[in-house]
T-cell receptor, first 115, second 111 residues
Framework: DAGITQSPRHKVTETGTPVTLRCHQT?????MYWYRQDPGHGLRLIHY???????DKGEVSDGYSVSRSKTEDFLLTLESATSSQTSVYFC??????????????FGPGTRLTVT | QKEVEQNSGPLSVPEGAIASLNCTYS??????FFWYRQYSGKSPELIMS????GDKEDGRFTAQLNKASQYVSLLIRDSQPSDSATYLC???????????FGTGTSLTVIP
């Protein structure tokens, strides 16, 4: 298994509170991603990073911010959580492989409930 | 808009049968194609990658790619109840930031 951990694995928080999710990798992969997965919507990209301090928005970035101060860590912050951000959040990593193609591997996920 | 389409299912097959999962994509620039298996409550697990036209076999799994028809499929031979999961198709356009996922096909293998 790719060396990806996420913390916390489960969290319940109240509307309006800030929340930070952490993704940690031991693979030294260049790219890191945050997705959310909801029934009927599949995986949707929130933000991604292509290097330390280099990040960009995905398709559902409103209400989320990210930071990457070290290659191995990628943080996702919900500045003021809302009930619509109740979801399962997956971190993923990627880099060029032996066949000059990017392959993406996922962490175990964080189940977030905003009450 | 780059799209990846899958039949959401559910697809049910008897144990020992061949399960066939299909995926179409909208952009001819697509370079790499992937199948992920996701058990309920778990994260997606990469099970097959395919980069060129034709078939690629790995154990009971065969991925088939037809770039002219913009079609990629996954065949699971001798299906087992443990294969029951949602299968996600993904496409990469040659850069690290361009992955696109289908919404998945739910497969149930009936003992």
């Amino acid at each position: 298994d790719a060396g990806i951990t996420q913390s916390p694995r489960h969290k319940v928080t109240e509307t309006g509170t800030p929340v930070t999710l952490r993704c940690h990798q031991t693979e030294n992969h260049r790219y890191m991603y945050w997705y959310r997965q909801d029934p009927g919507h599949g995986l949707r990209l929130i933000h991604y990073s292509y290097g330390v301090k280099d990040t960009d928005k995905g398709e559902v970035s409103d209400g989320y911010s990210v930071s990457r101060s070290k290659t191995e860590d990628f943080l996702l912050t919900l500045e003021s959580a809302t009930s619509s951000q109740t979801s399962v959040y997956f971190c993923a990593i990627s880099d060029l492989g032996q066949v000059s193609s990017y392959e993406q591997y996922f962490g175990p996920g964080t189940r977030l409930t905003v009450t | 808009q780059k799209e990846v389409e899958q039949n959401s299912g559910p697809l049910s097959v008897p144990e020992g049968a061949i399960a066939s999962l299909n995926c179409t994509y909208s952009d001819r620039v697509s370079q790499s194609f992937f199948w992920y298996r996701q058990y309920s409550g778990k994260s997606p697990e990469l099970i097959m990658s395919i980069y060129s036209n034709g078939d690629k076999e790995d154990g009971r799994f065969t991925a088939q790619l037809n770039k002219a028809s913009q079609y990629v499929s996954l065949l699971i031979r001798d299906s087992q109840p443990s294969d029951s999961a949602t299968y996600l198709c993904a496409v990469n356009y040659g850069t690290g930031n361009q992955f696109y996922f289908g919404t998945g096909t739910s497969l149930t293998v009936i003992p």
